[in-house]
C-alpha cells in the first residue's frame, strides 16, 4: 500500500508518494486549478492501485481536489489541521506539515479524520450556510442605516423597516450626502431581502422532500429552516454511537477540570459544529417558552444556574432529543401534532405559491 500525502495551498499543492517502509516513491509539486488537479490525477493513476491519500482541511482549498481522488476510486482521508499537528509535534517531533509528513502519519494510522458527507450533503450544507451570511450582511446594512438616522437625532415610534416605515425613511429631507448615503443602503436592503427570499425558498423546497425535516418540525422553535440546517450538519446520525458523543461534536458538553482528586466543570467548550450549537441554542429560547417540559426544566435550571446557563442545558436536552428521532426515524415524544401540522402546511404554501407564480 503506498501512502500518498498531499500539502494543499492555495495556488499550488506538494505531493510525496511513499511506499510501506517510509520509503519516498516520488515528490512533486502541482497547481491547484482545474488543469493541475487534473494533471494530478494522472500522474497518480501510473502507481499501483493500492493507494492511499492524505490531505488538510484547510479552508475549501481541498475540495477540488478530494473529489477529483474520489471519482477516481482513490481512498481519500481528511486530516483535522489542529488535531494533526498537535500529533504531528508530540511524537515526530516536527515543527511543521508538509507532504512527506502527513504521508508517515497516513502509514502510522496517527491522522485524527474529518468526517466528510456525500457531495448532495455539502451542497445542501452551503445552501444553508449562506442564508447566516446573507442575514449578517442585512444587519450591517441595517446598522448603517441606524447610524444615519442617529447622526441626525431623528426618531421614529414605529418599525423603521416595515413598508410604512421605509416610505417615511425615503421621505426624510436630509442633507445631500446622507441622503445619498441612505438611498444607496436603501437599495442595497432591498437587493440583500431578495437574495434571502430566494434562498428561504431554496431551501424550502429541501425541507419539503425529506420527511426527517418534517419529523424534527415537531419540536418547539425548530421550523423548516433550523430543522434542514440541524439535519444536513449532522449527516448520518448513525456515526454517533450516544448522544453524548452528538453533543460533544456540537460543543455543548460542560468543560472538564480535573487535577489529582479535585474535579470541576465549567462552562461548554464550544469546541465543535458552531452551526448546530447556534442554531440550538436559538431554538431553546423559544421552547423554554411554549414546550411543557422543557419549560419547566428551564426554570428549575435557571433557578439555581442563572437564565444563560439555563437555555444552553435546553439546547442540550434538545440535542439529545433530537439524536433519538433521527436514529430511530420515530417523532419526537413532546411534539404537539398540530403545531408540527401548521409548519407543513405553511412549507407547502410556500412552495406552491412559487410555482404557480
Keep these: 500500500m503506498l501512502s500518498l500525502g498531499i500539502d494543499i495551498h492555495k495556488m499550488n499543492g506538494v505531493v510525496a508518494v511513499k511506499d510501506d517502509e517510509g520509503r519516498l516513491v516520488d515528490r512533486f509539486s502541482f497547481s491547484n486549478d482545474k488543469e493541475g488537479i487534473v494533471q494530478l490525477a494522472s500522474r497518480i493513476r501510473r502507481f499501483s492501485d493500492q493507494i492511499q491519500a492524505v ?36 511524537r515526530i517531533k516536527s ?8 504521508a508517515d502519519l497516513l502509514r502510522a494510522n496517527l491522522i485524527a479524520e474529518c468526517y466528510v458527507p456525500r457531495k448532495e450533503v455539502r451542497s445542501i450544507r452551503a ?18 442605516i441606524h447610524a444615519i438616522l442617529d ?12 413598508k410604512v416605515g421605509l416610505e417615511w425613511l425615503q421621505s426624510l429631507g436630509l442633507p445631500e450626502i446622507d441622503r445619498a448615503l441612505l438611498t444607496s443602503n436603501l437599495q442595497a436592503l432591498r437587493n440583500i431581502e431578495s437574495l434571502i427570499e430566494e434562498n428561504n425558498l431554496q431551501i424550502a423546497k429541501v425541507a419539503l422532500n425529506d420527511e426527517k425535516v ?17 439535519l444536513y450538519e449532522i449527516a448520518d446520525v448513525k456515526r454517533f454511537p450516544s448522544p453524548k458523543k452528538l453533543i460533544s461534536w456540537a460543543g455543548l458538553a460542560p468543560s472538564l477540570h480535573q487535577s489529582g482528586d479535585v474535579c470541576r466543570t465549567g462552562g461548554i467548550t464550544k469546541t465543535g459544529n458552531k452551526w448546530v450549537r447556534w442554531i440550538l ?31 444552553t442545558a435546553v439546547a442540550r436536552k ?11 426515524n420515530e417523532p419526537y415524544h413532546g411534539e404537539r401534532s398540530d403545531l ?18
Design 214 to 230: 418534517n419529523l424534527l418540525m415537531g419540536f418547539t422553535g425548530i421550523d423548516y429552516y433550523t430543522a434542514v440546517l440541524l
Design 318 to 328: 434538545m440535542l439529545v432529543s433530537v439524536y433519538h428521532v433521527l436514529s430511530r
Design 281 to 311: 441554542c436559538q431554538a431553546a429560547h423559544k421552547a423554554c417558552l411554549y414546550d411543557p417540559k422543557l419549560s419547566r426544566f428551564y426554570k428549575r435550571v435557571s433557578a439555581r444556574r442563572g437564565e444563560n446557563k439555563a437555555v
Design 55 to 90: 490531505m488538510e482541511s484547510t479552508g475549501n482549498y481541498w475540495i477540488g481536489v478530494y473529489e477529483t481522488l474520489e471519482s477516481e476510486g482513490i481512498s481519500v482521508v481528511l486530516a483535522n489541521p489542529v488535531k494533526t499537528r498537535i500529533i504531528a509535534e508530540s
Design 127 to 144: 445552501l444553508v450556510r449562506h442564508r447566516v451570511t446573507l442575514v449578517k450582511m442585512r444587519t450591517q446594512i441595517k446598522n448603517r
Design 95 to 102: 515543527d511543521r506539515l508538509d507532504a512527506s509528513l502527513l
Design 151 to 162: 447622526k441626525h437625532n431623528v426618531i421614529y415610534q414605529h418599525g423603521i423597516f416595515t
Design 340 to 357: 408540527r401540522r401548521l409548519k407543513t402546511n405553511k412549507l407547502k404554501r410556500r412552495v406552491q405559491t412559487d410555482f404557480h407564480a
